[in-house]
């Protein structure tokens, strides 16, 4: 046994994993650390505890992603079963998640619980991920199934919570500089404390990349930070803000990328957001309590888009060049009610007004049009909802919980979506949870708007998801065993008209039904204080019923394994080995459809000098793999990364 952490240091190091024998885990005799079951804000309309929510959660933690060293978003969100996030080539390529088989404008992603999704964006609503940097998260909480019972549009596959740091009473300030190949550079500025009984935290960051692969470049800031302030138990203020700002280089979506592209000019996008949120959480009496929150969302994108050709003569895409600016604004109040410890019910009512618009120019001209055309659109929209849920313990291992929501969006129908759900613990180290939701996502306003593709006569696609999980512990809580069946029924999908398109008319209808079902699997195991692994795999299958064409990029089966190791008190290493099968794609430059499967092997290490000073190493791709996630898109090679962290205080 003296030499298991020098054979799994090895291990780790050469990207290669060792099979843990059963033995092994049984064999260790620490007692296991109690773990408080985590409170979730994100699945319900009132916190509930991770063990009683109705729908599949996944919390990932501020230590878990500071001993990956993540740099972006997307590779935080890479280690969750039922979620798929790719990479179209570098860090200036755009980022998407798919929650259980859904198009990536079907989750709704927030920030502190205020949407960033931008409905006037041409991916109908889907956030880039890359854009989006961890130094401010405190936690994320993923919720997969439908959830606009609670959130209304734009939640129809799940919702994403970026839950930022807060403040603290105690002061601490944090540096962070790291730079590694390809003239990657990033700076890290935070301080947390309390002035006058007000709580603040803040931030700067400062990221640039170069070009992982041809074309490809990425540059951003983020700015942000909070006030909290609470008189006594009964009132508490929140204020959370951030702006954003970000310029990125790279191939545009369909030209085929580094590889296949055959017009060699880059994209340009660049973009500011800003978002700002005020959160009043009242206790009125001893079983009553309201929150009022109000927020602001606002974007801002400039896009270059040269264009894509098939061959060097001939354009399929024509060069745009445009800009769209969308704000939102979203007012919320919630009563909640407590009868007992095993009865209380929650209702309130919501307000979102939406005002987007795009100008810019379509060079119709480059597919032989007689003219250029403008693509400005102008759209506004108000929604006003109404929601009630109830959560009900008939019986001491029983949770059963009944939410009902109408959303009334102006210029469309009234959409009703509820949720039903159930948890039982049948033992002490099994339960069992079964839901069924319903959701709904309206049209975006460029599908509904713009001048060449949209359609004003679009109805809103719709969803219907069940799941099944069982949740097991083993060996006196060693290992914990997550298994989940589901289900999702995405219907009126918006899509271009085929047999229009086949006259050179292209126009956005409601047009298909896809059926996605699979099954998410998740084994952690701390078998030793300085051992933690943890599996996770996803098989998925995706069916448009009536076609015999597949869905893009939904791999039927990815997974990995994360070990982490801690050989001294000082020293953290973790690694993590991804892999991907096979998938569907579509590129105008090349009759290939399938993208090979792939793994690559990522690392990373921390040496705590002391209580102020660390060093940092991260590396991904660690054996080099030349792989794509879309045709044509090159991913980068190894790359390493090397950092240095200085903090004061507590």
């Known amino acids: 046994m003296a030499c298991l952490p020098t054979t799994i240091f090895r291990l780790i190091c050469t990207g290669t994993i060792g099979v843990l024998s059963l033995s092994t885990v049984l064999a260790a005799e620490h007692d296991p650390i109690e773990q408080l079951d985590p409170i979730v804000i994100t699945a319900t309309a009132s916190p509930t505890t991770l063990s009683q929510a109705p729908a599949a ?64 964006n041409q991916r109908g609503g889907s956030v880039n991920l890359a854009t989006l940097t961890p130094e401010r998260i405190e936690r994320i909480e993923i919720v997969r199934g439908p959830v606009s019972v609670v959130y209304g549009s734009d939640a129809m596959a799940g919702a994403i919570n970026i839950i930022t ?22 700076g890290v500025i935070q301080a947390r404390g309390a002035i006058d009984g007000v709580l603040y935290s803040g931030s700067f960051a400062f990221t640039r990349n170069d070009a992982q692969v041809e074309g490809d470049q990425f540059q951003g800031i983020t700015t942000g930070g909070s006030l909290g302030w609470s008189q006594d138990p009964s009132l508490n203020v929140q204020v959370t803000g951030q702006y954003s700002q970000s310029e990125i280089r790279a191939f545009p979506e369909g030209s085929g990328g580094s590889r296949l592209s055959v017009l060699r000019t880059t994209e340009r996008r660049s973009a500011d957001e800003f978002l700002v949120g005020i959160t009043l959480k009242h206790q009125l009496a001893q079983t009553w309590r309201q929150q009022l929150s109000a927020n602001v969302f606002y974007r801002r994108e400039d896009i270059n888009n040269p264009g894509v050709m098939n061959t060097s003569m001939t354009f399929i895409n024509p060069p745009t060049i445009f800009t769209t600016d969308f704000s939102r604004y ?58 009630f849920e109830t959560v009900w ?14 959303d009334d969006p102006q210029g469309f129908s009234p959409e009703v979506t509820p949720r039903v759900a159930i948890t039982v613990q049948v033992l002490p180290a099994t339960s069992v949870r079964g839901s069924y939701s319903e959701g709904f996502k309206l049209p975006s306003f460029n599908a509904l708007s713009d001048p060449l593709i949209g359609n004003p006569s679009l109805v809103p696609e719709t969803s219907r998801g069940g799941d099944l999980n069982v949740h097991q512990e083993l060996f006196h809580k060693k290992v914990e065993l997550d298994l989940t069946y589901f289900y999702n029924r995405f219907s009126n999908l918006i899509d271009l008209d085929p047999v229009l398109a086949r006259q050179n008319i292209f ?25 933690q692994v943890k599996g996770f795999f996803t098989y998925l299958n995706t069916e448009i019923l009536g076609s015999d064409d597949s869905l893009r990029n939904r791999p039927n089966t990815s997974g990995g394994l994360i070990v982490g190791i801690q050989p001294t008190s000082r020293l953290h290493i973790r690694s993590q080995v991804r892999a991907v099968g096979k998938r569907f794609d579509l590129q105008i430059p090349t009759s290939q459809t399938v993208v090979p499967s792939f793994y690559r092997v990522d690392l990373a290490a921390t040496l705590t000098l002391n209580d102020s000073w660390k060093i940092f190493a991260a590396g991904e791709n660690l054996t080099n793999v030349r792989y794509e996630e879309f045709l044509g898109f090159e991913a980068p090679g190894v790359w390493f990364r090397f950092g240095l962290k200085c903090q004061i205080g507590e």
Do not use: C
């Not at 060293?69 to 969100?77: C, I, K």
């Not at 198009?103 to 927030?110: E, G, K, R, S, V």
């Not at 740091?165 to 990033?186: I, L, S």
């Open 57 to 120: 959660v996944t919390i990932i933690s501020r230590e878990q992603i500071a001993q990956q060293h993540a740099n972006r978003l997307s590779t935080v969100l890479q280690q969750i079963p039922g979620v798929f996030v790719d990479e179209m080539g570098g860090r200036g390529g755009l980022s998407s998640v798919y929650l259980r088989g859904g198009d990536p404008n079907f989750t709704m992603i927030m920030i502190d619980g205020i949407p960033i999704n931008d409905p006037s």
């Open 165 to 186: 740091r807060k403040g603290q009473t105690n002061p601490h300030y944090q540096a962070t500089v790291e730079g590694g190949q390809f003239g990657y550079g990033r």
């Open 330 to 387: 979203r007012f919320l109040w919630t009563l909640h009610k407590t009868f007992d410890q095993n009865w209380n019910v929650s209702g309130g009512v919501q307000l979102i007004h939406e005002d987007g618009n795009r100008a810019g120019t379509q060079q119709l001209t480059a597919l032989g049009f007689p003219a250029d055309q403008r693509n400005d659109f102008e759209k506004t929209r108000t929604t006003l909802a109404g929601f």
């Open 393 to 406: 313990s008939p019986f001491s291992h029983t949770t059963m919980t009944s939410s009902l929501r109408l």
């Open 507 to 531: 126009t956005l209808v409601n047009l298909s039904t896809v059926v996605t079902n699979g099954v998410e699997l998740e084994v952690t195991t701390t078998p030793y204080p300085w051992l």
